[in-house]
């Protein structure tokens, strides 16, 4: 396994009031350059039910200004790694993103995890942002448990 480094900048600008968290791009969200890019994930899906917009019909520039118009922040708590294939359970060596810097000059006053691993990694660097960070049911089509109302019920924090 080779180090992997984050290959997308953060979404975000000064007026982005929260954040979502994941833990590390895909394989498949890499080799379409984008955050979300496995269509078999719910995160755009469960964004467009949540926000009345459907993001999949949009391209990754409508995504991102949607978002930032939504003033939603977008990355993920790690920077690099060694990771195998897609499987979050495999990361080591890791570096994570400077969090703190990212939101320093936004207004974000909460963050949300998509899934206990965003949150785990980002509580390894960060655990004074404890307070501030919410986990909320991961979107991977590896958490078949929640089905798309389901992560919608819980989600639905998000629309501020």
Same mark, same amino acid.
């Given at each position: !396994?080779?180090?992997?480094?984050?290959?997308?900048?953060?979404? +975000?600008?000064?007026?982005?009031?929260?954040?979502?968290?994941? %833990?590390?791009? %895909?394989?498949?969200?890499?080799?379409?350059? /984008?955050?979300?890019?496995?269509?078999?994930?719910?995160?755009?899906?469960?964004?467009?039910? +949540? /926000?009345?917009?459907?993001?999949?019909? !949009?391209?990754? +520039?409508?995504?991102?200004?949607?978002?930032?118009?939504?003033? &939603?922040?977008?990355?993920?708590?790690?920077?690099?790694?060694?990771?195998?294939?897609? %499987?979050?359970?495999?990361?080591?060596?890791?570096?994570?993103?400077?969090?703190?810097?990212? +939101?320093?000059?936004?207004?974000?006053?909460?963050?949300?995890?998509?899934?206990?691993?965003?949150?785990?990694?980002? !509580?390894?660097?960060?655990?004074?942002?404890?307070? !501030?960070?919410?986990?909320?049911?991961?979107?991977?089509?590896?958490?078949?448990?929640?089905?798309?109302?389901?992560?919608?019920?819980?989600?639905?924090? &998000?629309?501020?």
């Amino acid at each position: !396994m080779e180090k992997i480094t984050h290959p997308f900048k953060p979404i +975000i600008d000064e007026n982005s009031e929260i954040l979502i968290l994941g %833990s590390f791009p %895909s394989v498949i969200s890499r080799e379409n350059d /984008f955050y979300y890019g496995n269509k078999r994930n719910r995160f755009w899906a469960l964004l467009s039910k +949540i /926000f009345d917009r459907d993001f999949s019909l !949009m391209t990754n +520039i409508e995504k991102r200004n949607t978002l930032l118009k939504l003033h &939603i922040a977008l990355y993920d708590s790690v920077y690099s790694c060694t990771i195998y294939k897609s %499987s979050d359970e495999t990361i080591e060596d890791v570096c994570y993103s400077d969090i703190p810097s990212l +939101i320093k000059e936004s207004k974000i006053k909460h963050i949300y995890c998509n899934g206990n691993k965003a949150f785990e990694f980002l !509580m390894d660097a960060y655990p004074n942002l404890k307070d !501030m960070t919410t986990v909320l049911p991961s979107t991977s089509p590896r958490n078949a448990s929640y089905s798309l109302d389901r992560l919608y019920e819980k989600w639905q924090i &998000i629309k501020h």
